[in-house]
């Protein structure tokens, strides 16, 4: 393990986070102590360097490829579950597996174990119960658990609030959740890497999403174009037919249908490739009301 090179990378990320030596230390040990770190002079602990981490916005194993452990391994695997049911709507399939890991000390004595579970219960409380104002007050309790001005915005605090916009977009309260949306936006462009890189194709297709109901089209479809070119550049699926979906549904709504159809097909194509026949039956009929006006 090069130390001298953990330092460096500790410098350059506290530098694009914007914070001093100071500050950095608060709550993990001395400025003198930070200073030497990143210049190699000391071994960094592995408390210290998984608080700085933490201050830092980025995962501990970004400096140090710790041994994976039992203890891990299960968190990890309630982590993957849970964002497996958020992304197919098993809300109850959500709240069972949060139940259940509340009475587990690995989740209740460790706030940001215990902020995964609260920010899944808020979005149950929303989507389920139909409690906005419940749901609010959990995903505020899940961000604030951990979110400091004085530390880089994590990946979890971005989805928390990004779970906040989507709640305020299906509210209708547009402003509001664009106000989330940039938030998310402006913490993205001092990250150094995201270990969940979908979190900027959402983010981008959300934006277009309500860029659209405002009536901007034209912001819209750049947005989804940032989207598309992020899914390219990083290999992912998820995002590619949403993304040709919300163009093509902006050049309907502009009434240039020549364009809208090309990025409806792709779209099509890609939740052929997908096997998401909703989507699929629902575009195909799309497509042919379109080209029935067009012709």
Request: charged share 25%.
């Amino acid at each position: 393990m090069d130390y001298s090179a953990i330092g460096k990378k500790i410098r350059e990320l506290r530098k694009v986070v914007g914070l001093t030596q100071g500050e950095l230390a608060e709550g993990v040990c001395t400025q003198a102590l930070i200073s030497r770190i990143e210049k190699g002079d000391i071994y960094p602990s592995a408390m210290a360097l998984y608080q700085i981490s933490v201050k830092l916005g980025v995962d501990v194993n970004y400096f140090f490829e710790i041994g994976t452990t039992p203890r891990l391994d299960y968190i990890m695997e309630v982590e993957k579950q849970l964002k497996f049911h958020r992304i197919n709507r098993r809300y109850e399939e959500i709240i069972e597996l949060v139940k259940a890991e509340e009475k587990n000390p690995l989740f209740y004595k460790d706030i940001q174990h215990l902020q995964l579970l609260y920010w899944h219960k808020g979005i149950y409380a929303f989507e389920v119960l139909n409690n906005e104002d419940d749901a609010f007050s959990l995903l505020d309790e899940a961000y604030y658990l951990t979110a400091n001005q004085k530390k880089a915005m994590t990946e979890r605090e971005m989805q928390i609030l990004s779970s906040k916009g989507a709640i305020l977009f299906s509210l209708n309260r547009h402003p509001e959740a664009l106000h989330h949306y940039n938030l998310v936006e402006t913490a993205l462009k001092t990250a150094e890497q995201l270990h969940d890189k979908s979190i900027k194709t959402r983010l981008f297709y959300n934006i277009s999403r309500v860029l659209t109901r405002q009536g901007k089209y034209e912001e819209s479809i750049a947005y989804c174009h940032k989207a598309i070119n992020w899914c390219i550049e990083e290999e992912l699926l998820w995002g590619l037919g949403e993304s040709n979906y919300q163009i093509g549904y902006n050049y309907e709504l502009l009434h240039n249908y020549e364009e809208a159809l090309p990025f409806f097909k792709r779209a099509f194509h890609m939740f052929e490739l997908l096997q998401d026949k909703k989507y699929v039956d629902f575009i195909e009929k799309k497509m042919e009301h379109l080209l029935q006006i067009w012709t």
